[in-house]
Every structure is written in C-alpha cells, then in structure tokens.
T-cell receptor
Framework: GQQLNQSPQSMFIQEGEDVSMNCTSSSIFNTWLWYKQEPGEGPVLLIALYKAGELTSNGRLTAQFGITRKDSFLNISASIPSDVGIYFCAGQGRGSTLGRLYFGRGTQLTVWP | GAGVSQSPSNKVTEKGKDVELRCDPISGHTALYWYRQSLGQGLEFLIYFQGNSAPDKSGLPSDRFSAERTGGSVSTLTIQRTQQEDSAVYLC??????????????FGSGTRLTVV
C-alpha cells in the first residue's frame, strides 16, 4: 500500500510557540488532508488541499500541498492548550479507490501552559 | 443523524467470543469506511462500502473479520473468535463522494474493543 511518513512523532512545546509538522509519501496524491484527534474521539477534519502548491489557512492553522504532490506540511501558530491532540495527515492517491485515504502515524502534540 | 454514530462505545470480551460493532453513518453519505487504530499507531484501513458496488475488503486482516452494510446505511463489523491482538479502537467514517471533489471523511467516536 501507499506509505505516509509523518514527523515528528511527538512534540512538547510551550504555549505561544509555533508548531510545524510534515508528511511525505512514496506516491503522488490527488488530495491531502489534515485531521486532529482528541482523546476518546474520532479524528476531525482540519484542512483539505486539492492542488499542488495550494496553501490554505484555517484560523491559526496553515497547510500546504507540496509541488511534487508527495508531501504536505501543517503549521500551527501561537499554540494554545486546546491544541493538544494527535494530528494525522492523510492522502487520497491517484488511481486508488475513490475516497480511500492513507494515513500517517500521527504527531502527538503537548502544549505546556 | 447529525454525525456518525457508533455503538457500543466500549466493549470488553473474552478471547474466543464473537463481537459485533455497529455504525450509523450520516444520512445521505454514500460511502462508509471502517478503520482500526491500535495504541500509538495510525489508522489501519479495513473495509470500504460505496453505494451498491462490491465492497473493498482488501484491508481485513483475516477471515475472522467481516462487515456488511444493509440498505446502504447502517453497517456492522463482525469479529469472530476474537484474539487479544484484536484489541483496538474501531473507527467508522462516512463521506459524500462525488465525481468532482473528495470532501474527506466524518468519523464516529469509535468503539474501544478490549479482548481479555
């Protein structure tokens, strides 16, 4: 299957700091998505990216779809305690079953007040 | 309903017993997915239903796992003769798929399965 490498695996930061995480793939993707999962809940969609080079913001979150179509990053500016959770990248591959997503292993974010 | 509903939210079962996990997708969503999330791991694809098409079962880890979707809505994931390695959170998701754009999934809160 298509592999996604997500890094870092975990981050421990102070409130107010900026955060950056990224995802790379061995295959080209048509769509990149970023999800956040809080304890006891399913992942929630944060940002969806549809075109190579696309840069999209959602509040303090910014994500980009890499030019090569094989990578994406997510930035969080001025982190706050409620940003705590696991962030997953996901990609929809070319030629794959429509709608099926491949997920990274996640980045566990901890924010100290 | 307003969201994807999964039941039960927690299930503890003895090794060797069968379990059934239920998923109610968002009304009108044509696609339904099951994923498994083990501790500290990413999301492992299990099975995908889309409309009346044959399901994509390529992610099911063994023939002890099966799933059905009745009437294009509710889905049940069945695990027979459960093993301890089946312990995980089982997540269901649904999506509204069109030919032009993929809008991502909406996930349920999951069923935490513990096999003792």
């Amino acid at each position: 299957g298509q592999q996604l490498n997500q890094s870092p695996q975990s981050m421990f930061i102070q409130e107010g700091e900026d955060v950056s995480m990224n995802c790379t793939s061995s295959s080209i993707f048509n769509t990149w998505l970023w999800y956040k999962q809080e304890p006891g809940e399913g992942p929630v969609l944060l940002i969806a990216l549809y075109k190579a080079g696309e840069l999209t913001s959602n509040g303090r979150l910014t994500a980009q779809f890499g030019i090569t179509r094989k990578d994406s990053f997510l930035n969080i500016s001025a982190s706050i305690p409620s940003d705590v959770g696991i962030y997953f990248c996901a990609g929809q591959g070319r030629g794959s079953t429509l709608g099926r997503l491949y997920f990274g292993r996640g980045t566990q974010l901890t924010v100290w007040p | 309903g307003a969201g994807v509903s999964q039941s039960p939210s927690n299930k503890v079962t003895e090794k060797g017993k069968d379990v059934e996990l239920r998923c109610d997708p968002i009304s009108g969503h044509t696609a339904l997915y099951w994923y498994r999330q083990s501790l500290g791991q990413g999301l492992e694809f299990l099975i995908y239903f889309q409309g009346n098409s044959a399901p994509d079962k390529s992610g099911l880890p063994s023939d002890r796992f099966s799933a059905e979707r009745t009437g294009g809505s509710v889905s049940t994931l069945t695990i027979q003769r459960t093993q301890q390695e089946d312990s995980a959170v089982y997540l269901c998701a649904s999506s509204l798929e069109s030919g032009t754009r993929f809008y991502g999934y909406t996930f349920g809160s999951g069923t935490r399965l513990t096999v003792v």
